[in-house]
């Protein structure tokens, strides 16, 4: 079975500072999508960022970037320079592109950005 | 831009009604969805749909069914709605075509049983 695990259910930074959510992943797929979701008090999800598995490069947003580390199963999110409107839960995905494509989520990290 | 419509934001409805939830995306894609979001469960997938008139159970079908009869529209139906599926509704799209394989939410159904 395909899992998303975030192990951070909760953190916290300071406004300006810089902080990384983790999020691991088991797939025995080789072409599959990775995502990060924000979860703001609205309850709107918006994607954050996206990589595609097959390249190389992290994909970066803005103050977001990731590290993708495909050996490792490992996809992690940077937020540089936090603004409190980063303030949200924030969840990891997954999606192999067969039928119906099958979107696995993590079960989130609440993240709070303090003045 | 892309643009999944959750028509009823916020429904209160009573023990035993039938309860219809619609969902429309203008993004003409394959693959509609429907999660639950409860706290501290996370996102939690009912049905999902992969072309008109299919379905598929997700992870928590019960009480549950689905009817796409139009690319574009998905909706969900509790056919005896009950206490324990109050509950935040995320309605989502997505397909290889615009958007890139990704998947793009509703704002969400707030519904109370009562």
């Known amino acids: 079975a395909q899992t998303v695990t975030q192990s951070q259910p909760e953190m916290s930074v300071q406004e300006a500072e810089t902080v990384t959510l983790s999020c691991t992943y088991d797939?025995?797929?080789?072409?599959?999508?990775l995502f990060w979701y924000k979860q703001p008090p609205s309850r709107q999800m918006i994607l954050v960022i996206r990589?595609?598995?097959?390249?190389?490069q992290n994909a970066t947003e803005n103050r977001f970037s990731v590290n993708f580390q495909k050996a490792a199963k490992s996809f992690s999110l940077k937020i540089s320079d936090s603004q409190l409107g980063d303030t949200a839960m924030y969840f990891c995905a997954f999606m192999t592109p067969n039928y119906g494509q099958n979107f696995v989520f993590g079960p989130g990290t609440r993240l709070s950005v303090l003045p | 831009d892309v643009k999944v419509t959750q028509s009823s934001r916020y429904l209160v409805k009573r023990t035993g009604e039938k309860v219809f939830l619609e969902c429309v995306q203008d993004?003409?894609?394959?693959?509609m969805f429907w999660y639950r979001q409860d706290p501290g469960l996370g996102l939690r997938l009912i049905y999902f749909?992969?072309?008109?008139?299919?379905?598929e159970k997700g992870d928590i079908p019960e009480g549950y069914s689905v009817s796409r009869e139009k690319k574009e529209r998905f909706s969900l139906i509790l056919e005896s709605a009950s206490t324990n599926q109050t509950s935040m509704y995320l309605c989502a799209s997505s397909g290889p075509g615009q958007g890139k394989n990704t998947i793009y939410f509703g704002e969400g159904s707030w519904l109370t049983v009562v």
């Open positions: 797939t025995s797929e080789n072409n599959y999508y």
């Open positions: 749909s992969y072309d008109v008139k299919m379905k």
């Open positions: 993004m003409d894609h394959e693959n």
């Open positions: 990589q595609e598995a097959y390249k190389q």
